[in-house]
Structures are given as C-alpha cells and as structure tokens.
C-alpha cells in the first residue's frame, strides 16, 4: 500500500463519472471530517474536467447543509477525455498545485480511480478512493455507494408492474440499467420474483425463459416478470419481447426503466454507507496512506490498492439468478 510523508493541511473533493445516490452523503462526510481534524477542504467542480479548467473553491460546514437526503452531486460530476492524456493530467496537477492542495478524496468509479492512480504515478497527488456506482461492479468492496438506492428504485417500478402484469395475465420485460454487469439485475430479479434474469455474465436463453414461462403457465401461473439487464445496448428488453414471440407467438409488454435508478434519495444504507466512506478517506489520508480505495468486507472497511480496483472486474454472483429461478416457480 502506497504511503506519502508530507503533511497535509488542504485537502480537495470530486466527483467523477456516473452520478449515484449517496455520493453528497460521502461529500458531506469528507468536509466535515476534515474540518473536524484541523484540515480545509476544497470542493473541485465537475470532476477531471474541473481540475482541467481550475475549478477549485473552499468548502464550509455550512455548505454541506441540508445535503444527505439529496441524491445527485451538488459539486456536479463530469467526464473528462483530455484527463486520459499525460498532457491533460500535468495540467490538472498544476492547478492543484496552485491551490495549494495537498491531498484528493475522489468518490467515483472504476474509471475515475483509473484517473486517480495516474495522477499519483505522474504526479505523486495523494489520492483515496470511495466506490459511488449504482451498478456495484467495483473490484475490492462488497457495496457501492448508490446500489442499495438504485435496486430499492427499481423494486418499486417492478412491484407496480407486478400489479398491471397480474391484473391482465401478461408476461412482461424489465429492462434496469448495468451495461456490462448483472448486479441491478440480479438483486431485483429475486427480490422481486422474476421468472428468468438476462445478465451480462449469465448464461440463459430465451428457450430456457419460455420453458419456465410454460412450466408456470402448466402449474396455473397467469402472469410473468422477466428482468434483462440494458448490457451495450439500452433497448435489450425489446430484442428479447421480439424474440419470444417469434419463437412463441406470445406477447410481452416492454418496460425501460432507465435514469430513474440513478436518482432519488439515498437510502439510509446508502447515506451510511457513504459517511463511512467518506470520514474513512479522511482519516487513511491523514496517516498517511494513499492511491488506495475505502472498500467494504461485510460489515468491515478495508482499504484496497488502487492498482488492484484498476485492474480487476468484479461480476455479479450467478447464484442469486439460480435461486430467483427456484423462487418463482
Ligand atoms: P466511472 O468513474 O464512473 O467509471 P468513467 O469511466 O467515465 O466513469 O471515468 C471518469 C473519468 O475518469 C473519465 O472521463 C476520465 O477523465 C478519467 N479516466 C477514466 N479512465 C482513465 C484512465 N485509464 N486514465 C486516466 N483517466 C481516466
């Protein structure tokens, strides 16, 4: 684990890539920690393209007020390609430089950890990470910030539908969000008793979908859910809908259920989740340790190497789809 032996007096905060509830919560957390142990904290606007354009200003108690019930990121998040060049990031360090910040806490993904391990390797700014991610597809913590909200989101959107679905014996699709992993998938799939879920690490059909469907229909089922995550391409929930009634002449009703997931109020899983994190980043930096991610074990914080979170991925468990399968029969 990487450490540094300056002390540091200012400290800086971003959010970077995509938004997740709870991340104001790890704000939150971060200034007031940092307040609380003698450091000044900066807020840097807009993530990497901040840091680009010196966007950098002093942060106050008061300015985190009224913000922990808040989903979104009042210091905006942004995305940033000019980051992803040498040239982009001696530039950033400049303007750090400038403002005299010693050290970041960077709540974001895979990607802005990415960004963040860079900036330590080229410039040696101390970084440490805190996982915000709706999809919880982050290597080295059991729980991202924004998951617990997302799926509570989207079970509610899937109970609704149950109701319709029931009402009209319909068999319906539900499309949640997660391009390249299951976890959104999986976990309102069996919370919310689906009879199949498409993921992008699972390995089902819509053969093996219709059979269960068929099994249901034979033991007096009137009604289905299937759940598919987006995967590549949002709009995957239409290409199965198509694919059943060409193999079956049965219809299913579409449902996307899209940007809402990345919305609301965080859940109090979230918000603590996230002040954890964030008053955890706070106190590593303070002893010294960096270019690390707060992750979770269970109930426990650890502190994960950023090289490991950059170079890993983290698939969501096929089990819970095998027990979804049993459940909804
Ligand atoms: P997330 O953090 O949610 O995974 P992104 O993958 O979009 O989101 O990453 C956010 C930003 O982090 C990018 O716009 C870019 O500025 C920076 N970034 C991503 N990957 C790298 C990388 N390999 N090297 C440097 N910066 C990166």
């Not at 008061?62 to 808040?70: F, V, W």
């Not at 970084?127 to 991202?144: E, L």
């Not at 899937?158 to 029931?166: G, L």
């Amino acid at each position: 684990m990487a450490q540094f032996s300056q002390k540091i007096k200012r400290i800086g905060v971003y959010t970077s890539g995509g938004d997740a509830p709870g991340m104001n919560a790890a704000i939150r957390a971060v200034v007031r920690v940092g307040i609380a142990q003698n450091l000044e904290v900066y807020g840097i606007h807009n993530g990497y393209v901040g840091m680009m354009e010196n966007k950098i200003y002093p942060l106050q108690l008061r300015d985190m007020a009224n913000i922990i019930q808040r989903g979104g990121t009042i210091l905006k998040t942004g995305r940033s390609p000019e980051f992803m060049k040498p040239e982009g990031r001696a530039k950033a360090a400049q303007h750090l430089k400038e403002n005299n910040i010693d050290a970041l806490v960077c709540i974001g993904g895979d990607g802005s950890f990415r960004g963040a391990n860079a900036l330590w390797e080229e410039h040696q700014v101390p970084v440490v990470g805190v996982p915000g991610t709706i999809d919880n597809d982050i290597y080295g913590s059991d729980k991202t910030i924004g998951f617990d909200t997302a799926i509570n989101t989207a079970l509610e959107a899937i109970d609704r539908i149950r109701d319709t679905a029931a009402s009209h014996d319909r068999l319906f699709i539900v499309e949640v969000m997660g391009r390249n992993s299951g976890f959104i998938a999986s976990h309102v799939g069996l919370a919310g008793g689906a009879e199949e879920i498409f993921t992008p690490e699972g390995n089902t059909s819509v053969e093996k979908a219709l059979d269960r469907i068929r099994d249901g229909i034979a033991r007096g089922k009137t009604s289905s859910i299937l759940i598919t995550a987006e995967g590549q391409k949002p709009g995957r929930g239409y290409d199965l809908a198509d694919a059943i009634r060409k193999k079956s002449g049965m219809d299913a009703k579409v449902s996307i259920l899209g940007h809402q997931q990345r919305g609301g109020s965080p859940t109090a899983a979230d918000r603590i989740l996230a002040s954890r994190m964030g008053a955890a980043a706070v106190d590593s930096l303070l002893k010294g340790f960096c270019n690390i991610m707060i992750g979770t074990e269970g109930e426990r914080l650890v502190q994960v190497p950023l090289e490991l979170v950059a170079k890993n991925e983290r698939k969501s468990q096929l089990d819970l789809i095998s027990l979804a399968n049993i459940l909804a029969t």
